[in-house]
Nanobody
């Protein structure tokens, strides 16, 4: 099973930027993406990238502010977060599953079988 390790979280003021990174132990990771979770709420899909052509999918709440990308070797994943808002505060998780992504995959976190340990993002107003 692929191992995932996130980095890059931290604290920032509203309007600021952060870049999250995820290192995968293998190259053939399939659909990869970022989820986030705050205490007491369900984990939600933020952004996904598909291996077949690299199609990208975003939650409505982050469209136009967040950008997902992969390294050339396809074993690294990034999330550039600009225009951060206090409501973006959460633990962010990198995830992977075999196959491709679709827009519906953002709501199917149970289909992801590899998860990182999470990295905290805190946005202050």
């Amino acid at each position: 099973q692929v191992q995932l390790v996130e980095s890059g979280g931290g604290s920032v003021q509203a309007g600021g930027s952060l870049r999250l990174s995820c290192a995968a132990s293998t190259r053939d990771t399939g659909c990869m993406g970022w989820f986030r979770q705050v205490p007491g709420k369900e984990r939600e899909g933020v952004a996904l990238i598909s291996p077949a052509g690299g199609s990208m999918y975003y939650a409505d709440s982050v469209k136009g502010r967040f950008t997902i990308s992969q390294g050339n070797a396809k074993n690294s994943l990034y999330l550039q977060m600009d225009g951060l808002k206090p409501e973006d505060t959460a633990m962010y998780y990198c995830a992977a599953r075999p196959g491709v992504c679709t827009g519906l995959t953002l709501r199917r976190r149970s289909t992801f079988d590899a998860w990182g340990q999470g990295t905290q993002v805190t946005v202050s107003s």
